[in-house]
């Protein structure tokens, strides 16, 4: 099963929004289920907005992915990760008050994840974006 979710960037630098997850409260970029017909980098999109408030429009194409399994003996899922030009952030939001969310560094948010996969793609994003890059 394709999923979306998104590497943020906000202001002219490029940071990485992390929120938590409702479970087990570890940090997680926002991230979902395709709806029909829906583009991946558009799920990329509305989530961040459901799950954070951002609003913002992606790049269409794909930093990279990576492989979560929610429950065991269940097949994986395949998160596609964006980046997204952050426009605004809403007051109010779908998931409001269900999570917290900090913006940090690409590097610092490889440290902060667990899966593997997403740590080398936040680790790739660290090197071509430096701490004070533009992010165009």
Not at 25 to 48: F, Q, Y
Not at 85 to 109: C, D, I, N
Request: hydrophobic letters at 40%; proline letters at 5%.
């Amino acid at each position: 099963m394709e999923r979306a979710w998104i590497s943020a960037a906000r202001s002219v630098f490029a940071l990485v929004l992390l929120i938590s997850s409702r479970g087990t409260k570890r940090w997680v970029i926002p991230k979902g289920t395709l709806e029909l017909g829906e583009k991946p980098h558009k799920c990329a999109e509305r989530e961040a907005g459901e799950e954070a408030g951002i609003i913002g429009k992606t790049d269409k194409a794909s930093m990279g992915y990576f492989t979560y399994v929610k429950e065991a003996g269940t097949p994986p899922y395949i998160f596609n990760v964006f980046r997204l030009r952050v426009e605004s952030v809403a007051k109010r939001f779908r998931e409001e008050g269900q999570r917290e969310y900090l913006w940090v560094p690409p590097g610092e948010a490889a440290h902060m994840v667990q899966e593997p996969e997403l740590q080398s793609i936040l680790r790739r994003f660290a090197n071509e974006a430096g701490t004070t890059k533009k992010f165009t």
